[in-house]
T-cell receptor, first 114, second 112 residues
Framework: EAGVTQSPTHLIKTRGQQATLRCSPI?????VYWYQQALGLGLQFLLW???????NRGNFPPRFSGRQFPNYSSELNVNALELEDSALYLC?????????????FGPGTRLLVL | DQQVKQNSPSLSVQEGRISILNCDYT??????FLWYKKYPAEGPTFLIS???IKDKNEDGRFTVFLNKSAKHLSLHIVPSQPGDSAVYFC???????????WGLGTSLAVNP
């Protein structure tokens, strides 16, 4: 069974541009989560999507947004990029059926903002 | 303010011995706890979890202990193997909002 996949693996942008990151969940999983891991910091929760709806959002500005498509894949968009947005962006998926669900992670997209 | 703390940034253990990784949390409302390990250039891999209604969960070489009164959990790896060398993260859930709160990780080195 294929795991969570993310694309691209690396992305280089300049300040002020927009970045789009993509994630495909494990087959059968309906929930998708996005996390940011900046250098020297732990993983920070960004967004949770389930059944096409945004269910929860972390403490990030509105220029971080996303969506979930009917096939449960997801896109994270970061507008007006700032230097401090440089980080590893991780996507995870889960069954979406209960409390304490295990989240399974993809390999991440490393975003560098110059 | 860190709600989940892994106070040891690194740990070195001899192959075959026990590795003990610790995690402290601040909020007694946290009710589900997970351990992940992460190799460089890969996403975190789920290891083992425990609910707040239990104090121990075991899966092969991995055992997680939860001390609710001390707001402390630990991961024991016995016996440790060189392939266990990775960064280990403690993560917790608070309620059903699916937001995992993470520690900063402990880098484990298992020496042959």
């Amino acid at each position: 069974e294929a795991g969570v996949t993310q694309s691209p693996t690396h992305l280089i942008k300049t300040r002020g541009q927009q970045a789009t990151l993509r994630c495909s969940p494990i087959s059968g999983h309906t929930s998708v989560y996005w996390y940011q891991q900046a250098l020297g910091l732990g993983l920070q929760f960004l967004l949770w999507y389930d059944e096409g709806e945004e269910r929860n959002r972390g403490n990030f500005p509105p220029r971080f947004s996303g969506r979930q498509f009917p096939n449960y894949s997801s896109e994270l968009n970061v507008n007006a990029l700032e230097l401090e947005d440089s980080a590893l962006y991780l996507c995870a998926s889960s069954h979406g059926q209960g409390v304490g669900e295990t989240q399974y992670f993809g390999p991440g997209t490393r975003l560098l903002v110059l | 303010d860190q709600q989940v703390k892994q106070n040891s940034p690194s740990l070195s253990v001899q192959e075959g011995r026990i590795s003990i990784l610790n995690c402290d949390y601040t909020n007694s409302m946290f009710d589900y706890f997970l351990w992940y390990k992460k190799y460089p250039a890969e996403g975190p891999t789920f290891l083992i979890s425990i609910s707040s209604i239990k104090d121990k969960n075991e899966d092969g070489r991995f055992t997680v202990f939860l001390n609710k009164s001390a707001k402390h959990l630990s991961l024991h790896i016995v016996p440790s193997q060189p392939g266990d060398s990775a960064v280990y993260f403690c993560a917790v859930y608070a309620g059903n909002n699916r937001k995992l709160i993470w520690g900063l990780g402990t880098s484990l080195a298992v020496n042959p």
